[in-house]
C-alpha cells in the first residue's frame, strides 16, 4: 500500500493565503514563491492544490504557469506536470555571461545619468548589502545583492534592456547562488562592490566597467564552484 503523499513545497508556501486572488495576483504570488528560493528548483506544482490554495479555478493557475513557462521559471513534461525550472550547470553560468552583457551595457549608459538621489539609492543599496555580511545572513546577501546592482543599473532608464536583465537574473534565482557562499568569498565580492561604487560615485565610467568585469570574473568562479550533489541542477543534456 503507498505511504501517505509528500504535500508539495510550493502549495505549503502558498498555505493561510486568503482566498479568491484575481488571476495576475495568482501569477505574482508564484512568481514570488519562485524567486525567493524556498521552492527549489525541481519541486513540483500540483495545480488542483495550487488553485485550492488561492480558492479559484484551474484556469488562472494554468495561465499563470504558462506565462512562468515562458519566463524560464517553470517547466512542463506530459505525465510529470509542472516544476520549478532546472537548468543544467553548463546553462547556469551562461546566464551569468548574458547577465554580464547587459550589465555591462546597462552601466556605460548610466553613468552619463546619475544625479544625486541616484548616488543615495546606491549607497544606501550598499549599506543594506554590508549589514548583510557582516550578520552572515547569505539569503540576505543574495537579495541585497541583486538590490545593490539594480540601483547602479537604474539610471540607464533602458527600459528593454532592464526588462531583459531582469527576466535573465530571473531565471538563477530558484537556486539562491549566493546562499552557497563561504563568509570569506562573500566578502571578496563585497569588495567588488565597493569599488563599483566608488567608481559609480566618481562617475569613471572605465573604472566602473573594469570592476564589473572583475567582479562577474569571480562570480564565474565562484559558480564553477557551486555544488552538483543537491539535485538542484538538471543532468547535461
Known sequence: ???PRRRSVLVARLAG?????APGAVLEDLRSCILDGDVPPGSAIPVDAVAAAFGVSRIPVREALMTLIGEGLVDHRPNLGYRVAKL??????????????LETAALRVAVA???GEDDERA?????????AVRAGDGRAYHRESRGFHLALIRPCRMRRLLHMLGTA???TEPLQP???????DRELLHRDHAAMLAAFTARDA??????????????QSYIARLPRDTGLFADPL
Not at 493565503?17 to 486572488?21: E, I
Not at 573604472?207 to 562577474?216: F, K, M, Q, T
Request: some cysteine; glycine content about 8%; hydrophobic content about 50%.
Open 169 to 171: 537574473w530571473n531565471m
Open 88 to 101: 543544467t550547470a553548463a546553462e547556469f553560468a551562461e546566464i551569468y555571461l548574458v547577465r554580464e552583457a
Open 17 to 21: 493565503r486568503p482566498a479568491g486572488h
Open 113 to 115: 545619468f546619475v544625479r
Open 1 to 3: 500500500m503507498p505511504g
Open 123 to 131: 549607497a544606501a543599496a550598499h549599506t543594506a548589502l554590508e549589514a
Open 206 to 219: 572605465d573604472a566602473l566597467i573594469a570592476a564589473c568585469a572583475g567582479h562577474h570574473g569571480r562570480l
Open 178 to 184: 549566493m546562499t552557497h557562499l563561504g563568509p570569506a
